[in-house]
Nanobody, 115 residues
Framework: QVQLVESGGGLVQPGGSLRLSCEASGIIFMINAMGWYRQAPGKERELVATISSDGRTNYADSVKGRFTISRDNAKNTVYLQMNSLKVEDTAVYYC?????????WGQGTQVTVSS
């Protein structure tokens, strides 16, 4: 049974930082490309960042230069370091494989950026 468990969200002021974690179980983590996705209220879920099995990264234009995705294969965990957060980054953040497997979606972690 595959489980992806996100954590690290919270309330932060504009300009602040958060580090999200996603621990995977039930998959051979090290061979999977992984991605972070987010869904804001009333909007479609969108891709934020991806990391390949060998560490190559890609980012949505809206977060480029502010967010950093990384992975620790020994811990079966993918991270998202978010700096210079903006109000428009407010969303529920999820991780999944890349490409997405619909049955892998977890509960996500809420990130709220507000003064």
């Amino acid at each position: 049974q595959v489980q992806l468990v996100e954590s690290g969200g919270g309330l932060v002021q504009p300009g602040g930082s958060l580090r999200l974690s996603c621990e995977a179980s039930g998959i051979i983590f090290m061979i999977n490309a992984m991605g972070w996705y987010r869904q804001a209220p009333g909007k479609e879920r969108e891709l934020v960042a991806t990391i390949s099995s060998d560490g190559r990264t890609n980012y949505a234009d809206s977060v480029k230069g502010r967010f950093t995705i990384s992975r620790d294969n020994a811990k079966n965990t993918v991270y998202l370091q978010m700096n210079s957060l903006k109000v428009e980054d407010t969303a529920v953040y999820y991780c999944n494989t890349r490409p997405v497997v619909a049955t892998y979606w977890g509960q996500g972690t809420q990130v709220t950026v507000s003064s």
